[in-house]
Antibody, heavy 116, light 112 residues
Framework: EVQLVDSGGGLVQPGGSLRLSCAASGFSFSTFWMSWVRQAPGKGLEWVANIKQDGSEKYYVDSVKGRFTISRDNAKNSLFLQMNSLRAEDTAVYYC?????????WGQGTLVTVSS | QSALTQPPSASGSPGQSVTISCTGTSSDVGGYNYVSWYQQHPGKAPKLMIYEVSKRPSGVPERFSGSKSGNTASLTVSGLQAEDEADYYCSSYAGSNSFGGVFGGGTKLTVL
């Protein structure tokens, strides 16, 4: 059974940092693109970043370029999102998802709240 | 403002059919056969219902079908059931405009 378990969210002040993690199981993690997708409270879905199977290609939505970094550890079947210089508008539930632009499986989400 | 345009709401009675539209441009929906549809119940993660315009993942009922004409994609739910009440989001690959694709704003489907 495919499982994605998101963690690392919490309350952080504007300008602060957080590192999200996603533990994958039940499939060959190293053979799939992986992504982070977010959903602000009461709003729709927004793709944030994705990473190629071997980590050689990474892409970001314009609003997070230079602030967020996606990475992966294929040996540990894990996906990460390092978020720096956080802003109030980054407040959202962040989902780990399998795929680069077509998301077949999703984690349960982890809530990031940016507030003073 | 979302890249893809969906109606904010749709509704139908049990047993009826409902179609939700998703309008983009030639740079996304019209340019690629990579349109997906997701179902999201309150407080839950999204679930893939349709991919590559009209393909259904294993386990998704045949009542859900997808199509595309020009820059507009559509999701049709036939034989509506109470459990189909949820938010539905379309998405499309958009090439260099957005390597992770673009989403619609979502449609709240109500089963009357």
């Amino acid at each position: 059974e495919v499982q994605l378990v998101d963690s690392g969210g919490g309350l952080v002040q504007p300008g602060g940092s957080l590192r999200l993690s996603c533990a994958a199981s039940g499939f060959s993690f190293s053979t799939f693109w992986m992504s982070w997708v977010r959903q602000a409270p009461g709003k729709g879905l927004e793709w944030v970043a994705n990473i190629k199977q071997d980590g050689s290609e990474k892409y970001y939505v314009d609003s997070v370029k230079g602030r967020f970094t996606i990475s992966r550890d294929n040996a540990k079947n894990s996906l990460f999102l390092q978020m720096n210089s956080l802003r109030a508008e980054d407040t959202a539930v962040y989902y780990c998802a399998r795929g680069g632009y077509n998301f077949g499986y999703w984690g349960q989400g982890t809530l990031v709240t940016v507030s003073s | 403002q979302s890249a893809l345009t969906q109606p904010p709401s749709a509704s139908g009675s049990p047993g009826q059919s409902v179609t939700i539209s998703c309008t983009g441009t030639s740079s996304d929906v019209g340019g690629y056969n990579y349109v997906s549809w997701y179902q999201q119940h309150p407080g839950k993660a999204p679930k893939l219902m349709i991919y590559e315009v009209s393909k259904r993942p294993s386990g998704v009922p045949e009542r859900f079908s997808g199509s595309k004409s020009g820059n507009t994609a559509s999701l049709t739910v036939s034989g509506l059931q109470a459990e189909d009440e949820a938010d539905y989001y379309c998405s499309s690959y958009a090439g260099s405009n957005s390597f992770g694709g673009v989403f619609g704003g979502g449609t709240k489907l109500t089963v009357l």
